[in-house]
């Protein structure tokens, strides 16, 4: 690149780059969601399919809303059905656009899945997902069907299906 292409690239970036805040990335209309029905949602994500529609109905965007239940313990509807195995509730959650995670592709037993991201990213087979529940543990919750995935996080090294992740 000559001298008077790297003026123009510079000038051209430095104008594109200033013109940024003048977009806003944040600027969406409406109220965040109390903090209240995140935690009802996550909470009946846990047992109660029914309600979990009910409240998708009302409120769509819940989908993928995540309660903070303390110092970091972040958990989604889909993070909730997936660690005690409601597989059910989870298929309803993923066929509603929540945004599926390696953690429930374990529940499900999804080996295409888990062992391609366990290859690029060896260190997530010592995840934690919410309260902290391992990928073995989503593995042993998907019994029969996810039996391929437990065998294989096991011969990662994967020993823990809890990490305690509290005081």
Request: glycine residues 8%; negative net charge; proline residues 3%.
């Amino acid at each position: 690149m000559n001298r008077n292409q790297f003026i123009k690239t510079s000038v051209g970036t430095g104008m594109v780059l200033a013109a940024l805040p003048l977009v806003s990335f944040t600027d969406q209309e409406g109220e965040s969601f109390d903090k209240k029905i995140v935690q009802e949602f996550v909470t009946q994500s846990h047992k109660n399919l029914d309600k979990v529609s009910a409240m998708l109905e009302e409120f769509p965007n819940l989908i993928n809303a995540a309660h903070d239940w303390k110092r970091g313990d972040f958990e989604t509807g889909l993070g909730a059905a997936s660690h005690v195995g409601y597989k059910e509730l989870a298929q309803h959650l993923l066929n509603n656009g929540a945004q599926a995670n390696i953690f429930t592709a374990c529940l499900f037993g999804k080996i295409e899945i888990v062992k391609p991201m366990l290859t690029a990213f060896p260190q997530t087979v010592h995840a934690i997902g919410p309260h902290g529940f391992t990928l073995l543990h989503h593995a042993e919750k998907g019994g029969d069907d996810a039996l391929e995935v437990k065998e294989y996080l096991e011969s990662l090294g994967a020993k823990e299906t809890m990490i305690k992740i509290y005081g």
